[in-house]
């Protein structure tokens, strides 16, 4: 079984501080791992993903997700937060060969003049 | 190219009414999903189709909840009776056939139920 699981379903920071949202899984198959990001009363929209090639994965609007497999993590982060970042991000997994995406709880990101 | 169309956008039921929802995929796409947000929540799957196919229903309610993706037109989500806990975001996700399959999904802007 899969699962995915968001550390912090709230974070708050600066405008022009670092961003770090938090992901863990657990697979017992590789893994794909996706982040999506999501604006209030809109769809989601995928802002990077992970399917066994380069480790480090960069996304749109500067953001980049680490995959460690030593860690079962991949956080992403983004250097400097704007405050058009502001929304919730889900972190999600599924397998090569199926495409049932298994969510996070979600993390809701505000940003602070 | 359009991408996932949902319809409507909006839907305001009684409680016991039925509620049709509607997702048209990416064109070229064979694969649609369905997922539920409640209030506060992330998203929770529900059930995967193919034309004319249910390919995992998991995460669908026993009772009152149906989905079908026909050989022509739109994958349909219907809840019959609707009860308050309804309420929520239904998101339709497509994906295209495995050979071009890269484990992305793709998603509609989602319907959102409210239960008076």
């Known amino acids: 079984a899969q699962s995915v699981t968001q550390l912090g379903s709230h974070v708050s920071v600066s405008e022009g501080a670092l961003v770090l949202l938090r992901c863990n899984y657990s697979?017992?198959?590789?893994?794909?791992l996706f982040w999506y990001v999501q604006y209030p009363n809109q769809g989601l929209q995928l802002l990077l993903k992970?399917?066994?090639?380069?480790?480090l994965v960069k996304g749109i609007n500067g953001f980049e997700a680490e995959f460690k497999k030593s860690e079962t993590s991949f956080h992403l982060t983004k250097p400097s937060a704007h405050m058009s970042d502001a929304a919730e991000y889900f972190c999600a997994v599924t397998r090569t060969g199926y495409n049932k995406l298994i969510f996070g709880a979600g993390t809701r990101l505000a940003v602070h003049p | 190219n359009a991408g996932v169309m949902q319809n409507p956008r909006h839907l305001v039921r009684r409680r016991g009414q039925e509620a049709r929802l509607r997702c048209s995929p990416v064109k070229g796409h064979s694969h649609v999903y369905w997922y539920r947000q409640l209030p506060e929540e992330g998203l929770k799957f529900m059930v995967y189709l193919q034309k004319e196919n249910i390919i995992d229903e998991s995460g669908m309610p026993k009772e009152r909840f149906s989905a079908e993706f026909p050989k022509e037109g739109p994958s349909i989500l219907r809840i019959q009776q609707v009860v308050r806990g309804d309420s929520a975001a239904y998101f339709c996700a497509s994906s295209p056939p495995w050979t071009e399959n890269t484990g992305e999904l793709f998603f509609g802007e989602g319907s959102r139920l409210t239960v008076l």
């Open positions: 992970y399917t066994s090639a380069a480790t």
């Open positions: 697979s017992s198959v590789p893994p794909y």
